[in-house]
């Protein structure tokens, strides 16, 4: 069983930047970020390869968000830039126990992390 510990939340005024950072206790293939905001289900971000070649991203968050992976230190990233307050939700880290392709759905991952609060006010 492989942990996920996400870091880096907080609370950021719109047009502002955060770097949210997932820890894997073990090895883990894709990855991939996923966002849930209140009264809604939990919705896909991003998502990046073993290899980091291959990433996916909700059209929302192209241009502004950066997914990125260092296999070294197990751990992936997202960089947020232009933040709207309609970003605001949980982010949950994700990861794939076997050796896939990244997927954009919840059901494509086998470990998921705690969460982090990401707040954008106006």
């Known amino acids: 069983q492989v942990q996920l510990d996400e870091s880096g939340g907080g609370l950021v005024q719109a047009g502002g930047s955060l770097k949210l950072s997932c820890a894997a206790s073990g090895r883990t293939y894709a990855m991939g970020w996923f966002r849930q905001a209140p009264g809604k289900e939990r919705a896909f971000v991003a998502a990046i390869s073993w290899s980091g070649n291959i990433t996916y991203y909700v059209n929302s968050v192209k241009g502004r968000f950066t997914i990125s992976r260092d296999n070294a230190k197990n751990t992936v990233n997202l960089q947020m830039n232009s933040l709207k307050p309609e970003d605001t939700a949980v982010y949950h880290c994700?990861?794939?126990?076997?050796?896939?392709?990244?997927?954009?759905?919840?059901?494509?991952?086998?470990?998921w992390g705690q969460g982090t609060q990401v707040t954008v006010s106006s």
């Open positions: 994700a990861a794939r126990r076997a050796d896939r392709l990244p997927s954009a759905i919840v059901a494509g991952y086998d470990y």
